[in-house]
């Protein structure tokens, strides 16, 4: 069973930085695709960032909106996938989610939050001056 224990979050200044994470098991990293997801209210969940499974090459990918400014990562000493964001804008106000499909790979579809899965409890990023 998959499952994912976050962190991280709060509240910060636009320009400020936060970063999220999400703690799961060795087995998780190895072989599933990790991703992050927000959900701003009023407005429909998102897919923001992705890394491959361990085992697909640990690639990422990005959300348009916030290339250049966030960063996902694997430590897999601690078994942790993290979020680094910078430059946060007020629009970056959401709870944030990481999630796993069961697949290994993020593909063309990750973008899109999954009917399915295991997601961790989701935590509250506020950018607001």
């Known amino acids: 069973q998959v499952q994912f224990v976050q962190s991280g979050g709060g509240s910060v200044q636009p320009g400020g930085s936060l970063r999220l994470s999400c703690a799961t098991s060795?087995?998780?990293?190895?072989?599933?695709?990790i991703a992050w997801y927000r959900q701003a209210p009023g407005k429909e969940r998102e897919g923001v960032s992705c890394?491959?499974?361990?085992?697909?090459?640990?690639?990422?990918y990005y959300q348009e909106s916030v290339k250049g400014r966030f960063t996902i990562s694997g430590d897999n000493g601690k078994n942790t996938v993290y979020l680094q964001m910078n430059s946060l804008k007020s629009e970056d106000t959401a709870v944030y989610y990481c999630?796993?499909?069961?697949?290994?790979?993020?593909?063309?579809?990750?973008?899109?939050?999954?009917?399915?899965?295991?997601w961790g409890q989701g935590t509250q990023v506020t950018v607001s001056s």
């Open positions: 999630a796993a499909d069961g697949g290994g790979l993020c593909g063309s579809s990750w973008i899109t939050p999954p009917d399915f899965g295991s």
């Open positions: 060795e087995f998780t990293l190895r072989y599933y695709a």
């Open positions: 890394i491959d499974s361990n085992e697909g090459g640990a690639g990422t």
